[in-house]
């Protein structure tokens, strides 16, 4: 990496060496459901470059009152915000004095041949290698052992600009659909989202009314089941977010709850309860539905890199299902999902923005 990168992946460190610093403070309890918030609706962005965008934007934050506070709704390339054009033709621009957020941009490089004397490699007037030619002056790719180029990835820097940086809106060049003023959900996008889960995860879910039990639902790893209680449960949108948080528990703690099984040790309830919530928070977003959470953030590490670790752990999870369950194909299905814009809801191997190969990993 070079200076610049390096920078960007001290900066996103910092932010969670901070944030390690305040988990006993309430107020940090609502910036990391922000933080969630955040993560959920910008799925088309690798893990790490969101992560960076949101330390930027909690700095710029920090001074500020809460109801100046920067709250990002779509981020695109300079280039690309420029391309977007009203019915009358009229261009987007960018508002003055806007500084872009940085981000890690893969860029793939190719490998050449290098010219060698005496076995050390030749150098030319500005100290650089010297590149081995052939006959017609062209240069000589380096192979690898299926003869083909070999190339590596590196990354860098790269800007990206927030929707309310431009007048996009004001120009009616982008129609920014409302995604919190929703309608509630209906039994039967419950049910479909409950028999896709049956489906893809080999779950049995099922409902049941005990008015005694105070939970609104449970899993049990060894029926391979998640039971929802109608009785806590009141609506369909309450129910997919007990459900999210059933699943949580299925993809993040299945396993270990069998080996605790199997071995007869405890479970650490408060962090595995704060990791479905956090599970829970995200992906029933999804479903624009709102789950209530209990993040028990103090038992998600005790450093800034474990506390990354875990939200990463949590994040992975979340991409995971949205993947395997085809969410934006589900939403299109749900009764209501036409009052919706589940276009951010999108898992590809590249920068939508910047139309580049994005990787989980800065380095």
């Not at 900066?11 to 309430?26: E, I, W």
């Not at 956090?278 to 029933?284: E, N, Q, S």
């Amino acid at each position: 990496m070079n200076d610049k990168t390096d920078a960007l992946k001290e900066l996103s460190a910092g932010y969670f060496n901070d944030l390690c610093t305040r988990l006993d403070n309430p107020a940090t309890i609502k910036e990391v459901e922000g933080f969630l918030d955040f993560h959920s609706e910008f799925h088309s962005y690798s893990m790490n470059n969101r992560h960076l965008i949101w330390a930027q934007v909690d700095k710029r934050n920090r001074n500020l009152p809460e109801d100046q506070q920067i709250r990002p709704t779509r981020f695109s390339s300079f280039a690309n915000w420029g391309k977007m054009k009203n019915d009358a033709g009229e261009n987007t621009r960018m508002n003055k004095g806007e500084k872009g957020y940085k981000i890690l941009v893969p860029a793939i490089t190719k490998c050449w041949n290098h010219l060698k004397k005496n076995g050390h490699y030749a150098l030319d007037a500005k100290g650089k290698r010297k590149f081995a030619r052939d006959t017609d002056g062209n240069r000589i790719p380096l192979l690898d052992q299926n003869c083909k180029q070999k190339v590596v990835t590196k990354f860098v820097q790269g800007h990206v600009f927030d929707l309310g940086q431009t007048n996009c809106q004001e120009i009616g060049a982008y129609k920014n659909l409302d995604t919190t003023a929703i309608g509630e959900l209906k039994q039967v996008d419950y049910e479909l989202l409950a028999k896709s889960i049956e489906e893809k995860y080999d779950l049995s879910v099922n409902l049941f009314n005990d008015e005694e039990l105070t939970a609104g639902g449970y899993y049990v790893h060894s029926k391979k089941e998640i039971v929802v209680n109608e009785a806590v449960c009141k609506t369909p949108s309450e129910m997919v977010a007990v459900l999210s948080h059933e699943l949580g528990h299925h993809i993040l703690h299945g396993e270990l709850i069998a080996k605790a099984k199997e071995e007869k040790t405890g479970i650490d309830k408060k962090a595995i309860e704060g990791e479905a919530e956090a599970f829970a928070h995200v992906f029933a977003k999804s479903f624009g539905v709102e789950a209530k959470s209990e993040l028990y953030i103090r038992n998600w590490g005790n450093t800034g890199e474990e506390l990354q670790e875990k939200v990463g752990k949590i994040l992975t999870a979340v991409n995971g299902a949205c993947d395997k369950l085809d969410v934006p194909g589900l939403t299109k299905k749900i009764s209501n999902s036409s009052k919706l814009d589940f276009s951010h809801i999108k898992l590809p191997t590249e920068d939508t923005e910047t139309g580049k190969k994005l990787g989980m990993s800065m380095s």
